[in-house]
């Protein structure tokens, strides 16, 4: 047993060595002008999921990537929209609602949140689907701002996202 583990222990220090040169690869990879609550990793996440920012025309396709938008059942004059598509990037998904659950404790003032704020409040009435509900709609603007600033057609400033 102690032969097995003096042989794995080089291993496991080499692992740990690479993990942290990985790590601060990472970090030295993410833009430094980032709205607080964005962290580097997150935004390394963001970043390489989306890949090229600008072959979005619109901010509809953004939503549409990340799978954040409604389904919608239309015919002649009924109209249902149902909950989100989900046809989108997990990995993304997931960052961008985890970003958006970060952002209302850093950017209380971020126009989605100021909105969203009476149901995302912690002493609220709202059940915990609403406070899901009122996230994955934080988390859609959030994705549309992000690419508008990533296109340069805001500045985060002009969403009201704080450095």
């Not at 962290?39 to 901010?59: A, L, P, Q």
């Not at 998904?93 to 100021?114: G, M």
């Given at each position: 047993?102690?032969?097995l583990?003096?042989n794995?222990q080089p291993?496991l220090?080499a692992l740990q060595q690479?993990?942290a040169?990985l790590?601060?690869?990472l ?5 430094p002008?980032?709205?607080r ?9 963001i970043d ?5 920012w ?9 939503a549409s990537?990340?799978g954040l ?9 009924t ?5 989100v598509t ?5 990995r993304?998904?997931?960052?961008l609602v ?6 209302v404790r850093?950017?209380?003032n971020y126009?989605?949140i ?5 149901t995302?409040?912690?002493g609220?009435?709202?059940?915990g ?7 994955v ?13 990533k296109t340069?057609?805001?500045?985060a400033?002009?969403?009201g996202?704080?450095?």
């Amino acid at each position: 047993m102690k032969e097995l583990l003096a042989n794995s222990q080089p291993i496991l220090v080499a692992l740990q060595q690479k993990i942290a040169a990985l790590t601060v690869q990472l970090q030295s990879a993410a833009s430094p002008e980032q709205p607080r609550g964005l962290g580097k990793m997150t935004s390394v996440v963001i970043d390489r999921e989306i890949g090229d920012w600008k072959r979005f025309n619109n901010r509809r396709q953004i939503a549409s990537y990340t799978g954040l938008c409604p389904g919608e059942y239309s015919s002649g004059n009924t109209r249902l929209q149902s909950c989100v598509t989900k046809h989108g990037n997990p990995r993304l998904r997931a960052a961008l609602v985890e970003l958006a659950w970060r952002l209302v404790r850093f950017q209380p003032n971020y126009h989605p949140i100021v909105k969203w704020r009476a149901t995302l409040a912690k002493g609220a009435l709202a059940t915990g689907a609403a406070r899901k509900k009122a996230i994955v709609a934080v988390a859609r603007q959030l994705a549309v701002d992000l690419w508008r600033i990533k296109t340069g057609r805001l500045r985060a400033e002009e969403l009201g996202l704080i450095n």
